[in-house]
C-alpha cells in the first residue's frame, strides 16, 4: 500500500492507498474504505496494470484481506494465473485472526459461527468495525473466494495447518514450510510476553 514510510520503490504506481482501522476519515472515505474491504475495485484494477507490464507466471499472496482484497483471486484465474497463498494468521477460520477474545483463547466462530465477531467486538472492540469485518467475511464465504481463487495454502506454522483441518479445509490444500531463524541471535525470555520462538522438542518433564 502507498504509505510515507515505504522505501522508495519503481512500482510504487500500482500501490493501493492505504486503509488504517482507527483512523478519522470523513463519511464518504469511510464508505470507500468500507467497500474496498470487502471488495477493492483499485487493487484489481492496479494489478491487472501490473500483469500487463510484467506478465508474470504465478503470484505469491501475502496478507491480502483489506488493502487488497480478494477481488484480485478472480483476476489471477481470468489470467491464468496460479496463486499460492502463505498464511500468518487464522483469518480464513476467525475474522478476527487470532482466535483471542480479550486476550484469553476463543473458538466461539467453530464452525461458521462468524456473528460472534461482532457479539465480542473482536475488531479493535469496536462495533462498526467488527461488524463491517463480519460482512466481509460472509461476502467471502458464501462466493468461496479463498477456496475457488488459491491453487495451494502454505502455511509456517504446522499447529495453524492442524487448525485450518479440524475446522474443516481439505489438508491436501496446504504445504508446511516452516520459517527458520538462527536461535544463537535470541536469548529466552522466561516471564510472560507478547511472542515466543520455541526449538527441541518437549520432554515429559517439562
Not at 492442524?162 to 516452516?178: A, D, Q, T, Y
Amino acid at each position: 500500500m502507498r504509505h510515507p514510510d515505504n522505501l522508495d520503490s519503481k512500482w510504487s504506481g500500482y500501490f493501493v492507498d492505504e486503509i488504517e482501522f482507527g483512523r478519522e476519515y470523513t463519511i464518504a472515505q469511510k464508505i470507500l474504505n468500507a467497500q474496498k474491504v470487502v471488495y477493492s475495485f483499485e487493487a484489481r484494477s492496479k494489478l491487472d496494470k501490473l500483469i500487463t507490464a510484467t506478465d508474470p507466471t504465478i503470484a505469491h499472496l501475502h496478507n491480502i484481506y483489506h488493502h487488497i482484497s480478494p477481488s484480485i483471486l478472480g483476476l489471477l484465474r481470468e489470467r491464468d494465473i496460479p496463486a499460492v497463498m502463505t498464511l500468518h494468521d487464522l483469518k480464513l477460520l476467525c475474522p478476527a485472526y487470532k482466535m483471542l477474545t480479550n486476550d484469553s483463547v476463543c473458538e466461539r466462530c467453530k464452525p461458521g459461527k462468524i456473528r460472534n465477531v461482532v457479539t465480542h467486538r473482536c475488531i479493535k472492540n469496536s462495533l462498526s468495525l467488527s461488524a463491517l469485518i463480519y460482512i466481509e467475511s460472509v461476502v467471502h464465504r458464501l462466493i468461496r473466494s479463498y477456496e475457488k481463487g488459491i491453487t495451494r495454502f502454505i502455511v509456517p506454522s504446522q499447529f495453524y495447518l492442524e487448525k485450518m483441518v479440524e475446522w474443516g479445509l481439505e489438508r491436501n490444500r496446504f504445504s508446511h514450510i516452516p520459517n527458520f531463524v538462527n536461535s544463537s541471535h535470541y536469548k529466552p525470555l522466561f516471564q510472560p510476553g507478547k511472542a515466543f520462538v520455541y526449538f527441541g522438542r518437549l520432554s515429559s518433564e517439562n
